[in-house]
């Protein structure tokens, strides 16, 4: 007999951007504490295959899997709420879900059938949702739609979980937005009565709702949305605005949402456990100190576009017990004659250079790498900050002059960058990088290994340039580390610099692999050395006092 499987299916009302993926990965959390095997699935809309080929800017990060998928940031958030390892059919596109039916029809499985949206398209998609039940060997399986209900492009995916639930047991619920209106501040439900009304419209009758508010929902306005949505009152769930989003599996758990969530379900707790989750947010949220990180990006004005490297610091504070200030630098900025380097590093306990593509800022970038380099500040280099952080030492310690990326300057006297062989005839953009999952070497007592307490590692990638191994001798013998590579020994995976506090750079995007419950090790690490510098800076504060007393 067929194992049962129920599916738990997240809809959004009203607005966009209420954090329905948030939700999701924190209810998921919550059974999972409960005793449940759970796998996720996001649905997007939109007809791009897959995320990879969309602006940062416009869609926020892209998320990297094991598998080289590249996907919505969501994931990113499924994976670290529910630390989870996930591949490929947890993401499904418009344009995803589409091609696969074209190359089926193509092939000629249909078998002379006129191919249509209902049932092929919606067949398709309940294909996926089992199969993923079945490979995952999960007990419930949580669907999140993307867009907003009585949006026409994610009318087919409701259908499919309209039909999915004639024969399986799928629990409904609707996320939507409680506005507050004018200086009385009332809460107004009809927003969300027009979202339950098209969703019914739909064949849907939600089984609980989310209320995104500004403040917890008022109890006459939850049993006024029950009676005019069809939803039990004690499944009006409240979610009003958070400062620390690893707080909302808590602020559910004290509502009950997943033992009621459960019960709809005809499920019951098997057990309760979220004693490292609280003891995490409580670090979080009572810090003993605080550091401050500087990040030197370009896509500054959108934070989404850092959101993985913002949640591992998130989880350096829940684990270590710090604050972590982040300060934002547009690298073009510091490109000016007139940037002042010493004024806008002044209280800076590390700098970080994250990922990146294309030209802009990249002079900026390197400058500030120079600066952490000379004044010892700690520095981690992430993929595009690691090729920056090669050409900074090529120019400025070995003499390269004209060191550079060919990616920028394909005509460079010395590309200590330059493009992997296997890209050099790629044509597509999109799915064509190095991606996903690779192993990497850790060289013996490089600070790297301590870090990992591992010499084989796993990192996630997603780029098409690397060091040029011609200028391996000439950087290794002014000091430059290269402490993990490839097991062929041909890929510099990490670079470190031994003579400074913490001078570390990856190939890899370890951002992406990052949990709450078990931070990253590069992470810890640079978070520590900077609490380390913060704690010098301190002294030195210190003793200039004692000297001005003195004198
Ligand atoms: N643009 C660089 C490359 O393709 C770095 C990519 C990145 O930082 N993700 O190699």
Same mark, same amino acid.
């Given at each position: ?310 949640? =591992? ?8 017990? @710090?604050? /972590? %200030?982040?300060?934002? !630098? *547009?690298?073009? $900025? ?120 591992? =010499? ?8 098409? @340039?690397? /060091? %040029?191994?011609?200028? !391996? *001798?000439?950087? $290794? ?75």
């Amino acid at each position: 007999m067929e194992r049962e499987v129920r599916y738990i299916v997240v809809t959004g009302g009203v607005i966009s951007g209420l954090g329905k993926g948030l939700f999701i990965s924190s209810l998921g959390k919550l059974l999972q504490s409960k005793g449940y095997k759970v796998v996720p699935i996001k649905i997007d809309p939109y007809i791009n295959v897959d995320a990879g080929t969309m602006n940062p800017i416009e869609h926020g990060e892209v998320f990297v899997l094991d598998d080289g998928s590249e996907v919505d940031m969501d994931l990113g958030n499924y994976e670290r709420f529910m630390n989870l390892t996930l591949t490929n059919k947890s993401s499904i596109t418009t344009g995803k879900i589409f091609q696969r039916v074209i190359e089926k029809e193509r092939r000629g499985d249909y078998l002379g059938k006129t191919v249509q949206p209902i049932p092929h398209i919606t067949g398709e998609l309940q294909h996926l949702y089992k199969e993923l039940a079945r490979e995952s060997e999960a007990e419930i399986v949580l669907i999140e739609i993307g867009g907003t209900v009585g949006d026409i492009e994610n009318q087919l995916f409701l259908e499919s979980v309209r039909e999915l639930a004639l024969e399986n047991e799928v629990f409904f619920i609707h996320c939507a937005l409680v506005p507050v209106m004018g200086s009385v501040g009332e809460q107004k439900t009809k927003p969300v009565q027009q979202s339950v009304r098209l969703l019914r419209e739909m064949g849907i009758q939600p089984n609980m709702l989310f209320c995104r508010s500004e403040k917890p929902l008022e109890e006459y306005i939850t049993k006024k949305i029950a009676a005019f949505c069809g939803v039990k009152p004690d499944y009006v769930i409240s979610g009003p605005d958070v400062k620390n989003i690893y707080d909302i599996p808590l602020i559910l758990d004290r509502q009950m949402t997943a033992e009621k969530v459960l019960a709809g379900m005809k499920l019951f707790p098997k057990q309760k456990d979220l004693r490292d989750w609280k003891k995490f947010v409580e670090n979080m949220n009572n810090p003993k100190g605080e550091i401050n990180i500087a990040i030197i990006g370009k896509y500054t004005q959108l934070k989404d576009s850092y959101a993985s490297i913002i949640e =591992s610091f998130d989880h350096c504070e829940g684990n270590l017990g @710090y604050k /972590v %200030n982040l300060k934002w !630098i *547009e690298s073009s $900025e510091m490109e000016s004659p007139n940037a002042d380097f010493n004024q806008v590093f002044k209280n800076i306990n590390g700098i970080l250079v994250p990922g990146g593509f294309g030209s802009r800022g990249i002079e900026g970038k390197i400058k500030c790498i120079n600066y952490a380099r000379e004044n010892n500040i700690p520095f981690l280099g992430l993929c595009l900050g690691m090729q920056l952080a090669v050409i900074e030492f090529a120019r400025n310690v070995c003499g390269l002059t004209y060191a550079h990326t060919t990616e920028i300057k394909p005509e460079s006297a010395d590309p200590v960058i330059d493009i992997m062989n296997e890209q050099k005839d790629v044509k597509n953009l999109g799915g064509t990088m190095r991606l996903g999952k690779y192993p990497a070497v850790l060289k013996e007592g490089s600070l790297a290994k301590n870090l990992y307490h591992s =010499s084989e590692v796993y990192e996630r990638h997603r780029h098409r @340039y690397e /060091v %040029n191994n011609n200028y !391996i *001798e000439i950087l $290794e013998s002014k000091g430059l580390v290269f402490s993990g590579k490839s097991p062929n020994g041909k890929l510099m995976e990490f670079i470190e610099l031994s003579d400074k506090l913490f001078f570390v750079a990856t190939q890899a995007h370890p951002e992406l692999k990052s949990r709450p419950l078990s931070p990253h090790p590069l992470f810890i690490g640079f978070a520590k050395a900077a609490i380390e510098n913060s704690r010098l800076l301190a002294e030195k504060d210190k003793s200039v006092e004692k000297v001005l007393i003195l004198n």
